[in-house]
């Protein structure tokens, strides 16, 4: 009987949560969010110079949870996401990973991208792949190069939550932005900076 009564204590407390959606568009959920796009901006700005910026994508998301689990009713996870698509300056491998090691390195990005070596044996298979992913002043940035654009399409088009999300702002590539993939020389960069500004377990 007990535990009955804690089931539905639970379903009580469920049923009175506030609507995530009007949780993330609370003032003080709000100011959080602005926050992770002031530091996304300033984090991605070394990059912008490391060729011809062709797009910029933007897409804010929250993740409600397990909306279905009586035990977890009030987790909330958002994330800031700002893409930059990029023609480097430099058309030979080298030079151009040169340039992208070095604003890497302008933002304190921890991680270690790939050598010459390595990312011209990933180019020369063809297709895209990660060339850094690494945390700088608290946002992940992932670089990746592409120079096929039907796997650029697949990264375009993915989700980054399967049922439970939903959409603050949502921003892909164009069809025509991602045809560049397949002229710009030797590949196109794909800059990622990902900032999570709510993560709630209950």
Request: hydrophobic content about 40%; glycine content about 10%.
């Amino acid at each position: 009987m007990t535990f009955l009564a804690g089931v539905l204590g639970l379903a009580l407390f469920a049923g009175c949560s506030a609507d995530p959606r009007d949780r993330a568009e609370g003032s003080g959920i709000a100011a959080e969010r602005r926050e992770g796009i002031t530091r996304s901006a300033m984090v991605l700005s070394p990059f912008e110079e490391v060729g011809t910026v062709l797009a910029t994508r933007r897409s804010d998301w929250c993740d409600a949870g397990r909306r279905d689990s009586l035990w977890d009713p009030g987790r909330l996870l958002c994330n800031v996401e700002r893409r930059l698509l990029i023609d480097p300056a430099d058309d030979d491998l080298p030079g151009a990973a040169a340039a992208m090691r070095a604003a890497l390195s302008a933002r304190g990005c921890a991680g270690v991208p790939l050598d010459d070596a390595q990312l011209a044996r990933d180019v020369a298979a063809g297709g895209g792949g990660v060339f850094s992913s690494s945390g700088c002043f608290g946002v992940t940035v992932t670089v990746r190069w592409y120079s096929d654009p039907e796997a650029a399409s697949r990264l375009n088009a993915s989700r980054p939550f399967p049922d439970t999300g939903f959409w603050l702002r949502e921003g892909g590539f164009d069809d025509s932005e991602l045809g560049s993939v397949s002229v710009s020389k030797p590949f196109v960069w794909w800059v990622d900076a990902d900032y999570t500004y709510v993560n709630e377990q209950v």
